[in-house]
């Protein structure tokens, strides 16, 4: 069962930055595609972004477009997510996801991450 962590999480002021990583120690991310989500509570789960496997194509979720990056490195057997201008509303978990393909109901799932944006 591959198991994913995420990390990089945190409290930070509105406009700041946070990058997210997430891996799976002992597993190897070549052959998936790595979605992340996030979910406050009393609110649907959202699909922020995701990469395909070979990291060609990617998407964003309209609320984060321009200001999110999700980037892949194979050699570090980890995926990014680099968010910048952050804002109040991106206050979430954050998880990230694999599955062959990007799917908005992907097999594997991580833990989760806490991201706080706050002054």
């Known amino acids: 069962q591959l198991q994913l962590v995420e990390s990089g999480g945190g409290l930070v002021q509105p406009g700041g930055s946070l990058r997210l990583s997430c891996a799976a120690p002992?597993?190897?991310?070549?052959?998936?595609?790595i979605g992340w989500f996030r979910q406050t509570p009393g609110k649907e789960r959202e699909g922020v972004s995701c990469?395909?496997?070979?990291?060609?194509?990617?998407n964003y979720a309209d609320s984060v477009k321009g200001r999110f990056t999700i980037s892949r490195d194979n050699v570090k057997n980890t995926v990014y997510l680099q968010m910048n201008s952050l804002k109040p509303d991106d206050t979430a978990v954050y998880y990230c996801?694999?599955?062959?393909?990007?799917?908005?109901?992907?097999?594997?799932w991580g833990q989760g991450t806490q991201v706080t944006v706050s002054s």
């Open positions: 990469i395909s496997v070979s990291g060609d194509n990617t």
């Open positions: 002992g597993y190897t991310l070549d052959y998936y595609a």
């Open positions: 996801a694999a599955d062959y393909y990007c799917s908005d109901r992907p097999l594997h």
